[in-house]
């Protein structure tokens, strides 16, 4: 199979001491390509290193709602520059989360808002990260021209999600389908249209089940693959050709790795 994961911080620490075997192991079991989203401005020129050595890995430069307190507006003109230097596949890790309690949702709207005008300047999709804030989200996106994405970990209604679909969205499942008690995700891995999904392990954090307490890795993603196809009727390389295909519709895998 040819499986992408359109989502895993394979460039964090928890990596380093053995990145090559992980994507030697992903190789083998048919992981071709994998997207490395930023988080915060100084991480980024590591991701970009990691990147350029690898041609499975692609990265994407953003600023993670959830390490506002380490951002501040002047990295908006970095990530401006960093997209023009070095073509990113894409804009992110960005959004909002109104699931933390503690940060300030007003600058996380002006940082994500100034992300999303980068990206539509420079047209490139963007990877989300949304919690408890979808109608947010939304509605700062019907603001733009923004040429479509990823809502990664997708955890909102049908409603919502038909919303992000028609905006050019792609929604990302993972490990959790593959705990018998996530009940809603699985509803919504059923009703959503094939076209509509990518896999992705958000690597190395939100483990499938039987990798609990553990790190999670984008060797796995045959896993979540396989919990995706216990929802479905459709066969399990139908829908792993389908989700590739999904992931370039919205990727531009021709762009350089940087």
């Known amino acids: 199979m040819n499986l992408i ?24 079991t048919g992981i071709s390509r994998i997207i490395v989203p930023g988080i915060m401005a100084d991480t980024w020129d590591k991701l970009r290193e990691i990147c350029a050595s690898s041609p499975a890995l692609y990265a994407s430069f953003g600023l993670h709602p959830v ?11 970095r990530l401006a520059e960093y997209v023009k ?15 933390c309690q503690t940060l300030d949702q007003n600058r996380q709207q ?13 047209a490139l999709p963007v990877l989300l990260h949304v919690r408890k804030s979808h109608d947010a989200v939304l509605a700062c996106l019907r603001k ?32 959790m389908l593959s705990f018998e008690r996530s009940h809603k995700l699985h509803r919504l891995a059923q009703q959503l249209p094939l076209e509509a999904i990518v896999l992705e392990t958000d690597a190395p954090d939100m483990a499938g089940a039987g990798h609990q307490g553990q790190r999670n890795s984008p060797e796995y993603l ?11 009727t459709e066969d399990i390389r139908k829908i792993a050709a389908q989700t590739t295909a999904n992931a370039e519709a919205v990727l531009d895998f021709s762009r350089t790795n940087t």
Not at 67 to 77: A, F, G, K, M, S
Not at 144 to 173: P, R
């Open 5 to 28: 994961d359109t989502h895993a911080h394979i460039d964090v620490s928890a990596f380093d001491a053995d990145r090559g075997t992980v994507l030697e192991q992903c190789r083998q």
């Open 67 to 77: 390490y506002l307190e380490q951002h501040n507006l002047d990295d908006i003109d």
């Open 85 to 99: 230097q070095y073509r990113p596949i894409a804009v992110g890790e960005i959004g909002l989360d109104f699931y």
């Open 110 to 122: 002006t940082l994500f808002e100034a992300q999303l005008a980068v990206a539509t300047n420079a």
């Open 144 to 175: 733009t021209t923004i040429t479509g994405g990823i809502c990664h970990a997708f955890n909102g209604s049908l409603q919502q999600a038909h919303q992000y679909i028609d905006l050019g969205f792609k929604l990302g499942f993972g490990g």
């Open 222 to 232: 045959p896993e979540y693959l396989q919990a995706l196809a216990k929802l479905r």
